[in-house]
Structure formats: C-alpha cells, structure tokens
C-alpha cells in the first residue's frame, strides 16, 4: 500500500482537515492546525506531504522521524502542527488497513469511557454562573471557565475581586460536587498569579490552568508554592522534549498537550507517558474538531494517567459550525453522565461528511484571535 495523494480543507469555525489518499482506497483524516495560523500550518503540512508521497502509510514511527529530525529547524508550533494532522490521518489509515480501533494497535484500551467538560463563558466572562447550571443540567460534571480578562504585571485588587466573584458564582450555582477549571490563558503575570491562586483556594478549582505563559514555566515554582491547587499547563508545548523540564521541575500536576500541535497521536502519547513517570495526570487540550477529539481519545484509552478531556461542544469560538457538524453518526460524541465513550470503529472511529467539509471548505475561514491592549496603549496577553 502506497501514498497517492492528499487534500486539505480549511472549514469553519477555525479548523483544517487533512485527507490523506492511498492506493488500496484507504483514506485517513487527520487535523493539522494552530488557530489563528491555518495558512502557515497549510503550507507546512505541503512541505512535509511531499516526504512521504509514495511510501508505505504503515511505517508510521519511521514517518515521523523522517518528518521531524530530517529538518535542520524542527519543533515548533507550526511545524509540530502539521506532522500532528498527518500522523493522525496515517493512525487512521492503519487502524481501517487492520479494521481495528487505533486504540487497539497501541496495545489496547485501558479504560471504556472518559470524563469531559464543558466550556462556559467566553473570552470576557461575564454571566457564567447561569452558564454553569444549564452545562450541569446536561449532564456535565466539570466545566471550564476564562478566569480574567487582560492584566497588567501589577494590576488592581479590582480585577482580582471580579475574577473571584465570577468563580464564587459558578461554585454558587453548580454546588460542591462539580469541577470547576480555570484558565488564566497566559493572560496574568506572576504577580498577579501568586495573588489570584491564593484568592481562589475557597472555591476549590479542579485546577489553574496555564497561569503564566510557557515562556514563563519557571515561575510556576513560585505559583505552586502559594497554593493548594492543582496546576495545569502545556496546550503551548509541542514536544517531549518541550514537556521535559516541566517534569522534571515537578511543579505541574496536570499536563494539557494538544495532539493536533504535539506532533499527533505518536508523539502525545509518549509525552503522557513521560508525565506517569512523574506522577502527573494527563487532560488533553481539545477546543477543536472531530478529527482532533477522535485523536484525543484514542491516547486517553491508552493513558493510564488520562482524567478528564477537553471538548469544544457549545464553546464560544463555534459560531458558523460545531463540533458535530462534519461527521456522519453523531452519537459516537455522546455524552451521558459526564462521560464520553470510546470510539469503538476501525481507526479513528469516526465517519467525516466529506460532502459537507467539501461544502464548508469552499467559504473556508481566516479566524484570527482578538488583538488586547491594556488602557496604557501595551499589548496585553490574550
């Protein structure tokens, strides 16, 4: 079996798929983006296609190698972007070459169904609480929140008071027994970091997510040490060797590697199991499509550490189309007491409506993150 060609499709709300063609008529899917940056992830997967056209789809621990260190530059977001939708678009066809779940050929599952949570509130959070209860009215048993708007290295005890208020509402309206995550989006300084986990501890979070940029992990030492609860980080590192410091710092207890950034299902799986080493749970970075969400689960089946899995169902980015949109049987994302099984199909596990993604793709998207400024004219960190 050979590579005859591939196909890319830039769909709305943000995403970019990649179909992957052979010469037995086995296709896979895989979904190469950075949101914000489908172009340059589009070019990249390009370059990269051209490697492997004509080899044997199968040998996908060598592709990826090839993919990886044949390049002098390598890492990266753009980069590690592109290899992901292509790794995952050859898992797909290997798993329909054997009719077998990809879980299956990564040694079988280890678990049936996994936790999920769901997105409230948008990139300026306001009537959160309400969002909560009607999440938790449908089942949800965690949901995940924006913490705070832009702010500044050293900022107002006034924004702290709003943030606390916010996540005092949604503690109100969900009770005890729901997790609440809250992510800072990179968006607080460890100033004001130090200050807010502080603040936050009496509502009990399930964790701070990304309280200072990746840039910035060695203040995550700091952080830590203010606080009881859990820190989360890593949707902006896209390598084992990205993750690797991190680890062996030992001041994150939750690791969020996205597998259409961090190199595919090859490479995020051997990062999870590099974060078990270290006693560190795994919960997937996800707000992105069907493809991705599919990848996702097959690794939290095969990821002991796996807890709880991001998806994009309802968020606010999801304005022209949802998470459902472009696949056949709807019912392989049900989700029932805050569970979602694991897909049980041949590859992936999933049937994409290329009718539709052919459809969509041809009004495509350019989604570009908002630009914050801060009231003194500085950008400020969205």
Partial sequence: MKITGYELFQVPPRWLFLKIETDAGIVGWGEPVIEGRAHTVKAAVEELMKYIEGKDPLRIEDHWNMLYRSGFYRGGP???????????ALWDIKGKYYDAPIFDLMGGACRDSIRVYSWIGGDRPADVGEAAKNAVATGFTAIKMNGTEEMQYVDSYEKIDETVERVAAVREAVGKGVGIGIDFHGRVHKPMAKVLAKELEPYRPMFLEEPVVPENNEALRDIANHTHIPIATGERMFSRWDFKSLLQDGYADIIQPDISHSG???ETKKIASMAEAYDVAVAPHCPLGPIALASCLHLDATSHNAFIQEQSLGIHYNKENDLLDYIKDRSVFDYKNGYVKIPQGAGLGIEIDEDYVRKRAEE??????????????????W
């Fill in 78 to 88: 753009i980069l590690m972007s592109a290899l992901a939708g292509i790794d995952q």
């Fill in 264 to 266: 595919g299902i090859t």
């Fill in 364 to 381: 495509g998207h350019n989604w570009k993150n908002p630009v914050w400024r801060h009231t003194d004219g500085s950008i400020a960190e």
